[in-house]
């Protein structure tokens, strides 16, 4: 399955924005899908995920409360909506998806990723 982020930019710290991955297959629906980041100079990091059927999302701590993960199976896309966003959530963001049973974050676990998206929050 391949996988297209889009929906970054330059936004200021505490406004929002709507990240969309689009999968290019109707086979997305089998897969657990997730979002994850890499700032510069940093190691790609979690950020959330959620089940096939579009339950059970999973978040990191430094975007629960914030950042909202869903996913449309019947237009095969997958969503993150960032609110009251900081300066530390600047990254490329990408999306992913897994067949892996149960609610891994490792990054190594997940095998069909799009080319990722800016985000930068200016503060």
């Known amino acids: 399955v391949q996988l297209q982020a889009s929906g970054g930019g330059l936004v200021q710290a505490g406004g929002s924005l709507r990240l969309s991955c689009a999968a290019s297959e109707r086979a997305f629906i089998g897969y657990h899908a997730g979002w994850f980041r890499q700032a510069p100079g940093k190691e790609r990091e979690f950020v959330a995920r959620?089940?096939?059927?579009?339950?059970?999302?999973v978040y990191s701590d430094s975007v629960k409360g914030r950042f909202t993960i869903s996913r449309s199976n019947t237009k095969n896309t997958l969503y993150l909506q960032m609110n009251s966003l900081k300066p530390e959530d600047t990254a490329v963001y990408y999306c992913?998806?897994?067949?892996?049973?149960?609610?891994?974050?490792?990054?190594?676990?997940?095998?069909?990723w799009g080319q990722g998206t800016l985000v930068t929050v200016s503060s």
């Open positions: 992913a998806g897994t067949t892996v049973v149960g609610t891994t974050t490792n990054p190594a676990d997940f095998h069909s």
């Open positions: 959620i089940s096939r059927n579009g339950v059970n999302p």
